[in-house]
Structure formats: C-alpha cells, structure tokens
C-alpha cells in the first residue's frame, strides 16, 4: 500500500506526546464560550482585542461593501485595488520607512522576503530561535545559513567576524519580540553590528507591531533605528486582528520585490476586506495610542505573580509569557486541566520549541480584566504546581 509509511510516523509522534489535532472552537477572541461556560483564551494573538472592534469591523465592511469579496486576481494582473497601495502608504509612514509591502500572511512575508535579499552566493546569519517561516526561506534562498545563540550579540559579532572577506552579500535576521519565549531582541546592538559589518538586516516585527513604540509602530522605530534594519516585517494578524504580512523598506527594494518575489508575484491579492480592517486597526491606533502600555502594564502584573509563586518565564519582557514545563505529556495534561476549569493556553510542544522545554504559552490580551488575571494566575500556579 502506497500509505503504510504514516501510521508508524503518526504512531512515534503519539508515543513521545507530540500528537496534535486541530481543535474546534466555537469563536474567537480573548473570551469566548463554550458550551455556555465562560472561558478565558490566553492563546489568542488578538493582543489590543480588536477582532470586534466597532471600528475595525466597519472599515472590513466598507471595503466589503464597496469591491466584493475578493480582488479577484494577483497584484500583478489586475489585483492591485487603491484600499492596497493606500494601506502600504499608511503602514509606511507608521513604520517610518519609505515604502511597504503587503504580502497574503505573514509566513509569505518572509517566504517572498528574504530570498531576494539573499541567494546562494550570500551569508545569512540567524538568530537560533526566528521564526518557522523565516528559517524556510533561508531554505528557499539557497544561502549558506549561519545560526547565532539566541539574543547573544557577541555570538553574532563572532560569526560575522569569522566571516569576514567571504564574497557576496551578508544579511542578519532576528525578531524583536520572540513568538514563544516572549524576549526582546538587542536591537541596537543587532544593527551596529550590521553597520559595521555591511550585513543588511531584516527584523520580523510580527509580536511588537501594535504592542510597543508610539502607535503600536514596534520596537524598531522606538529605539530609532530604521535606518539600519533594511526590512522591517509584520503582520496584520496579531495585534492588527485580521490576516495578511507585510515588509517596510526602501522604495528600490520595494520595486525589486514587486518584480522577484515569487510569494508575491504567484498568489492571488489580499481581499479587500481583510485590508480595510487592517487600516481600521490601524486607525484605533492612532486614536488610542496607550494601548500597547496598558498591555504591557499587565503583561508586567501577571508575570510577576508567576514569579513570586517561583514559576519558570524565561526571559519574557512582553506581552507573550512562556510557563516551562519540559516534559510533553506533562505540559499536555496540565493544559487540559486548565481547559477544563475555563482557561486555554495551549502546550507548546517540539519541533515549535527545542526539545525538553515544552511549555505553556500565555498570551496576554486587553480582553482580560485584571481580576481575570488575577484568578487566571492562581489557577495556572495550582495546576503547574499540583
């Protein structure tokens, strides 16, 4: 039979609690209900809570109303609406680039990104923990890859160096906010090297666009150094609450991947009304621009509760706040049992993080009521610790 071979693989990933199946909830957001049990969900990304926002789901209507369902064609052919350039325009200017691009998700982002910047002839040097997305289209560029230790800009320094005279081009890729550990990125240092180096540096802004710098701008126009990140990448599918990824850069690289990006070029534009939420969030933004602080004030409260009850967060500086387990099943079994007293923050589980450190993953969102975290955090210290 031409399928034997799954079931044994299915069977092995079973055995070492590595299963997973794609759960079904009955909505979306930071409070939900099921089967009218109020739940908390601290695995949503909807980070400022705008996936009902009045606002944002007006503009998502607008566009709606006004082109259809969909844009009916790539950007190339005739799917370029004004409601896209008029986005990238915005998220330019709140981005303090040049130029932006839109991309059909985030993982197409970087997929359509950064095998432009780099090909076989180049150097790129990771971060040990970016992104799925960012090391598969390491993959797809065909460019040596370089991993550096996690958020250690002395390792950086060192593979750079050790690279030095290598012909071609060098470009560093880093997130700023760190998907599953919650850490934040030497960004400053991270560029100065790549100045000094002449490596050009991409910033995937996924988890800091929207909750930090002024207008949820992210974390490389807050520490003002534009100049140095050649890219500096997002999405409209966290904090923003919709879907789709987008890169701000300069004007001729803009040009250049409007004409090379194969994850751009090959795929059918974003709908209409997924782009006029994005503008919607962005809207709320500006009209709201203390949002990200108050996240990040509770993100604060919460983690030190985890703290004081002696509570494994690693390096978490955000809004994300990993709980360590390391044992698969264990981490498995104690989200089920929050699950079950109305709390769901997922068991993440290798190969999303290394092995052996398998965690629980709390998101923090402004859908939470700080009493909300309060009882959240004495369920989560019990059930880690019990």
């Known amino acids: 039979m031409q399928n034997e071979w799954i079931q044994p693989i299915l069977d092995e990933a079973k055995a070492k609690g590595l299963e997973r199946t794609a759960r079904v909830y009955p909505e979306a957001g930071g409070v939900i209900k099921i089967d009218g049990q109020e739940v908390l969900n601290f695995s949503s990304n909807d980070y400022l809570d705008l996936g009902r926002h009045p606002h944002v789901v007006d503009r998502a209507r607008e566009a709606l109303d006004h082109y259809g369902i969909g844009a009916t064609a790539s950007r190339l052919v005739t799917g370029t609406l004004p409601i896209h350039e008029e986005l990238e325009a915005r998220l330019a200017r709140e981005k303090g680039y040049q130029s932006a691009l839109v991309f059909g998700s985030g993982y197409m982002a970087n997929a359509g990104t950064i095998p432009v910047l780099a090909g076989r002839d180049d150097l790129i040097f990771a971060d040990k923990l970016v992104h799925a997305s960012m090391i598969d289209a390491c993959k797809l560029s065909g460019a040596k890859l370089v991993r550096w230790a996690h958020n250690d800009a002395r390792a950086l320094q060192t593979r750079l160096e050790q690279s030095a005279g290598t012909p071609g081009r060098k470009l560093i890729i880093t997130e700023s906010v760190f998907s599953m550990d919650g850490d934040i990125a030497p960004l400053k240092e991270i560029a100065a090297l790549a100045e000094k180096h002449g490596a050009m540096l991409m910033v995937d802004e996924a988890h800091a666009t929207g909750t930090f710098g002024k207008n949820g701008s992210g974390l490389v126009r807050e520490l003002g150094i534009e100049n140095a990140v050649t890219v500096s990448m997002g999405t409209m599918s966290k904090a ?147």
């Open 240 to 386: 923003m609450a919709g879907y789709g990824g987008f890169i701000a850069c300069s004007n001729n690289l803009r040009q250049l991947l409007v004409g090379s990006s194969r994850a751009f070029i090959y795929t059918t534009a974003p709908p209409p009304a997924v782009i006029g939420a994005a503008l919607g969030a962005l809207d709320v933004f500006e009209a709201s621009p203390r949002l990200g602080s108050i996240l990040q004030a509770n993100a604060d409260y919460f983690r030190s509760m985890l703290h004081e009850a002696g509570l494994d967060t690693l390096q978490s500086q955000s809004q994300i706040i990993p709980i360590v387990i390391g044992d698969n099943e264990k981490a498995v079994a104690i989200s089920q049992k929050l699950r079950d007293q109305g709390i769901i923050c997922a068991a993440i589980r290798p190969p999303t993080v290394p092995p052996g450190s398998a965690r629980l993953r709390i998101s923090i969102t402004l859908a939470h009521l700080v009493d909300e975290l309060e009882r959240a955090a004495k369920l989560i210290i019990a059930a880690v610790k019990n």
